[in-house]
């Protein structure tokens, strides 16, 4: 399974990115894909997750009211939305597959994409 991230950028405090993850070499149905983040000098932190069947998401606390996911079965895509960016999401952001379910703990994914970094500006 190979998993690519993009559309990472600087953007203003304020603005709003959406980011890919595009999704290749699935032999399962099952399972979901997730979403994290990584600043420096920080432990990566889980920001939402989807599974493929039902599409059913889950978000942390600290992003559910700004960030919000969905994807497009026919392209194996799934997108995180991103509205009201502030500095401290300044971090690069990473997807990741987990075949049992949409977990929220990284140790359940075992499949990662590089990573795709977010900058905002103040």
């Known amino acids: 399974v190979q998993l690519v991230e993009s559309g990472g950028r600087l953007v203003q405090a304020g603005g709003s990115l959406r980011l890919s993850c595009a999704v290749s070499g699935r032999t399962f149905s099952a399972g979901g894909v997730g979403w994290f983040r990584q600043a420096p000098g920080k432990e990566r932190e889980f920001l939402g997750a989807?599974?493929?069947?039902?599409?059913?998401?889950h978000f942390a606390d600290s992003v559910k009211c700004r960030f919000t996911m969905y994807m497009d079965n026919a392209k194996n895509t799934v997108y995180l939305q991103m509205n009201g960016l502030k500095p401290e999401d300044t971090a690069i952001y990473y997807c990741?597959?987990?075949?049992?379910?949409?977990?929220?703990?990284?140790?359940?994914?075992?499949?990662w994409g590089k990573g795709t970094q977010v900058t905002v500006s103040s």
């Open positions: 990741g597959e987990d075949s049992g379910g949409a977990a929220q703990e990284s140790q359940a994914y075992a499949y």
């Open positions: 989807i599974t493929w069947s039902h599409r059913l998401t």
